[in-house]
């Protein structure tokens, strides 16, 4: 708490620092007078700041939430709508792709040896370099809105859950493996007796991962749309025009859904674990 | 009070010593080491007492320990789990505060003799870093202390002849078993020739015929280095079999109920756990335990 | 898969070869033997069955080996019917059975190869290497036939040949995008990123009440969209270079902070102690201790951050930058429909990515030899 504290206030003189010369020439240009006051009032209300103060920002996020409708193109719930259900699409894609990616990969040698190498090796290729070709070659032949940016975060997100999932899935150890022999069970009492629960800590493990790079990837993808609606495509509306405060909302904006985000599959991952009689 | 060293053949111990000792002079010759070992009081500890706070209560680690321990002595602390004799070897070497009474270690408090480097500690396990070889494994305390580099490779090359692990230097933890690590570890504690050799368990995770090997070769190194040992312990046979003194300790509070004497040859083999001398101190032993025991239950 | 499989597989291969004799080539075609009429291909043809029929008659490795070869030669012959401007964009039924044949034989062969259990641990490491290889080929070539051979628009998806055509025929300006994006973006704001993450951990961990703040903090911040922040990087630091390695030394900075932390804090109750014994000061047991028992930790964050950094240094360049750098370029040719060209801006970041990759992954095998996971 006490350093959340710190780094505000670090925030707040940041930002003094970095807005003065901007407000100085502002005064300057009108060949106003000024005292030191002004000027540090001038840096705290600036319109197009550097650094936004906390307060600004808090401000334009808290009058983005509540001051328009829900639909409004300026409010800010609108477009993280927009990217949530982009979000929350490709990664329920992802996390299915992922989990059936996994166990084919458990169930078959052959699989195993040809696909992993290549799957931890497009983990080392930025990816979301791909995102703005997706988007062109799915727009050519005709697909737009949400599902090409599902596409994306569904393409991000499913690398972590297979690793994580075929990992989990050869998690029991040899002993356990022996004992299912030993009952003769077949592979698929084998899989839901003994592989799926012992791969449920590695599944919200990779989840949390998962879901945090589908929001990044939806994001990214709405960079190249033409800028329509979201939260990237604020972020890029904010920039051209010089809009800090913008930006810097639509980043709290981002911010906040990633944080929520993150605590719904914890809050799953605690109840399922209670379910299975961990300590939670 | 008979000591134990007197019927100790003195050309056994010259013989033992020389490859170790090479450097001292005065310490060489068993005659004067005895002279010094009933004089020196190396470990003195008056109205130790600790507690700690934990999430059911107080719990009295220790209460009111007191103990002197001469140079020279080997020393094995026995009891039930809970009742304070790793705690009290941590006092002694200043991993620990405590909560009152003080520890004076040759005549400096505990915290000047750890960092004046007086302490040879080997733990429960070997704690050897595996990114380190053997050889620089063994060199880690040296380098810590300032030893010279060709000073740092000849007490690695001459530590490890002493625990019979020549032959070892590149190889690196992991291939080694368990014995032979903790072997290693003792090389380790010894190879900056501390005032103390404090062990804790250190064969606690071995099986009993590596043990017994183990505790023969423990004694040889004793022999040969002539340190004060301090040994905590689960096993009756062990403490009987290493020590010339037993301190018997029983839990809740942590105390000690009993000091035995325990004077046999210096140059014991295994074989004396089967004389009549030897049953009738392990029999005391449990005793002191049993009555630790019934105290509290 | 056994014996008897196996041998079927190379058969059936052989007939998909041999049905082509009766099929049409290009859709529009007008001989329906479309093969007789090509000396060479039929000739080809007759090779190929015969290898494939050695295939089947052989066992164990050289089956596979010969497979293999005919399976490379059925390739080549259907590369070279695409550069008949009648085959190309307009294949036909009996095009695509010789490409099932290919699929087939490789299939077989990687399942073969797969099922070799071989004593020699050099043999089984080339084995190892051999399989995702041929099965990359094996989809690399899939693409480039489907592509020509279907006709598929190259606004919609170049073929593997093309964009390493456009690769070799761009390398200078490849070059000059690698050297802004990656040499100037990627790795300096790594180097800042990680250094001075690594530096706050330790600190956080020298003292305590610092830790206990910032884990979260750094737990946090680790999981938000960082490269958002590209566009204010951009105003503060400018178009050029530094506004990019801003944004990767901010998106690289909190793994390593949460990492190194982590690994910081592994170091055993009984080392600290030992060290304590020694009356090691901070410093020395850092150095000893903590740090070589994080090292682990620390290769972790390096190697997430390697594909971080460059991502944020992509996507960084998306919000402006002077003309150059892969990001850049990629949005520019994209807007363009040049996919042949971004196909090959990709091709360059991904091997940068992947060289990337790999040299951290090396000096990791050399330094954390000892740890349980790299003994294996």
Not at chain 1, 108 to 124: D, G, T
Not at chain 2, 162 to 186: A, C, D, H, Y
Request: charged share 15%.
């Amino acid at each position: 708490m006490t350093v959340v504290t710190v780094l505000i206030v670090i925030w707040y003189v940041a930002a003094v620092l970095m807005n003065l010369s901007l407000v100085r020439g502002g005064f300057e240009r009108e060949e106003a007078p000024y005292t030191t006051m002004e000027l540090l009032a001038g840096t705290m209300i600036a319109e197009r700041p550097l650094l936004p103060a906390p307060h600004q920002v808090v401000g334009a996020f808290v009058d983005g939430v509540f001051g328009y409708a829900p639909t409004a193109p300026r409010s800010l719930v609108y477009h993280s709508m927009v990217t949530l259900s982009a979000t929350l699409l490709g990664f329920a894609l992802g996390a299915l792709l992922g989990i059936v990616l996994a166990l084919a990969i458990v169930h078959s040698r052959v699989l195993e040896r040809s696909l992993m190498p290549w799957i931890i090796c497009s983990q080392m290729v930025p990816i979301l370099a791909l995102a703005p070709i997706f988007i062109v070659v799915l727009g050519a032949i005709g697909l737009q809105g949400l599902l090409p940016k599902s596409i994306i975060s569904a393409y991000l997100s499913f690398f972590p859950i297979t690793i994580g999932m075929v990992k989990g899935f050869t998690s029991p150890d040899p002993m356990q493996m022996d004992l299912m022999r030993t009952w003769s069970a077949t592979p698929r009492q084998v899989l839901s007796k003994l592989r799926w629960p012992s791969a449920v800590p590695y599944l919200f493990a990779s989840l949390k991962v998962a879901i945090t790079i589908s929001l990044i990837g939806a994001i990214v993808a709405e960079l190249p749309t033409g800028a329509e609606a979201g939260i990237g495509a604020r972020l890029l509306a904010g920039s051209y025009y010089g809009q800090t405060i913008q930006i810097w909302s639509a980043l709290v904006a981002a911010a906040v859904l990633a944080s929520s985000l993150i605590a719904v599959v914890s809050y799953a991952e605690r109840k399922v674990a209670q379910r299975m009689g961990g300590r939670a | 009070m008979p000591r134990a060293s007197r019927l100790w053949p003195s050309c056994v111990v010259t013989l033992l010593v020389e490859p170790v000792r090479m450097n001292s002079t005065a310490e060489t010759t068993p005659h004067i080491y005895q002279s010094t070992a009933t004089r020196t009081i190396a470990v003195d500890v008056s109205k130790v007492s600790l507690t700690f706070d934990t999430a059911d209560g107080k719990v009295e680690a220790l209460s009111n320990v007191d103990l002197q321990i001469g140079g020279g002595e080997f020393v094995s602390f026995i009891g039930p789990s809970g009742c304070g004799k790793t705690t009290l070897l941590r006092v002694i070497a200043d991993l620990q505060r405590p909560s009152s009474g003080a520890v004076t270690v040759n005549g400096m408090s505990a915290e000047q003799a750890r960092l004046g480097r007086n302490y040879g500690y080997v733990f429960q396990a070997p704690a050897l870093f595996p990114w380190r070889s053997i050889e620089a494994n063994l060199k880690l305390p040296l380098e810590l202390m300032g030893f010279s580099p060709t000073e740092q490779k000849q007490r690695a090359a001459r530590y490890l002849a002493l625990v019979n692990l020549t032959g070892f230097e590149r190889k690196f933890p992991w291939q080694l078993s368990g014995g032979m690590q903790q072997r290693v570890s003792i090389a380790r504690a010894l190879s900056f020739d501390p005032e103390l050799l404090l062990m804790d368990e250190p064969f606690g995770a071995l099986d009993e015929i590596v043990r017994d090997h183990l505790n023969e070769q423990l004694l040889q190194l004793w022999a040969k280095t002539r340190k004060t040992v301090l040994f905590v312990t689960h096993s009756i046979p062990e403490a009987v079999f290493l020590s010339t003194k037993i301190v018997v300790m029983s839990p809740r509070p942590g105390r000690i109920t009993d000091i035995i004497d325990c004077n046999f040859p210096r140059d014991r083999t295994l074989e004396i756990r089967e004389t009549p001398e030897f049953i009738a101190i392990a029999q005391r032993v449990r005793t002191g335990l049993r009555a630790g025991h019934s105290y509290e239950e | 898969m056994n014996r008897r499989q196996i041998r079927l597989g190379f058969i059936m291969s052989a007939v998909c070869v041999l049905i082509t004799l009766m099929l049409p080539l290009p859709l529009a075609g007008v001989p329906v033997a479309a093969l007789m009429a090509r000396p060479p291909t039929f000739l080809l043809t007759g090779v190929i069955v015969l290898v494939f029929g050695l295939a089947a008659g052989l066992r164990g490795l050289p089956a596979i080996v010969i497979g293999l070869i005919g399976a490379g030669i059925t390739a080549g012959m259907t590369l070279m019917l695409l550069r008949d401007p009648l085959i190309a964009g307009d294949a036909a039924s009996g095009f695509w059975m010789v490409v099932v044949g290919v699929w087939l034989a490789s299939w077989i062969c990687v399942v073969a190869l797969a099922g070799l259990k071989p004593r020699d641990s050099g043999f089984r490491k080339a084995i190892d290497l051999a399989i995702p290889l041929l099965f990359g080929a094996a989809v690399f070539y899939l693409w480039e036939v489907v592509v020509r051979g279907a006709g598929v628009p190259p606004v919609l998806l170049p073929s593997p040949s093309a964009a390493a055509a456009r690769f070799m025929a761009s390398l200078s300006m490849l070059g000059a995008d690698f050297v802004q994006t990656f040499i100037r973006g990627v790795l300096i704001g790594y180097t800042i990123g990680c250094s001075s993450g690594l530096l706050v951990a330790i600190l956080a961990h020298r003292f305590e009440f610092l830790g206990r703040g910032l884990l979260p903090l750094g737990n946090f911040f680790s999981a938000l969209p960082l490269v958002g922040v590209a566009p204010i990087m951009v105003m503060w630091f400018g178009f050029d270079w530094p506004s990019k390695a801003a944004v990767v030394a901010l998106v690289t900075f909190f793994p390593m902070l949460v990492n190194a932390l982590a690994g910081l804090q592994a170091a055993g109750d009984i080392e600290r102690d030992l060290m304590r014994s020694y009356g090691a000061s901070y410093a020395q047991t850092l150095i000893k201790l903590y740090l070589p028992a994080a090292l682990p930790f620390i290769f972790n964050a390096l190697k997430i951050n390697a594909t971080l950094a460059l991502i944020g240094a992509i996507v960084a360049e998306f919000f402006g930058t002077p003309t150059q750098g892969i990001g850049f370029r990629i949005s520019t040719e994209a807007g363009r429909m040049a996919l042949d060209m971004v196909w090959a801006e990709i091709a360059l970041a991904a091997i940068a990515g992947m060289a990337f990759y790999g040299l951290v992954a090396l000096a990791e095998r050399a330094t954390t030899f000892w740890h349980p996971s790299m003994r294996a």
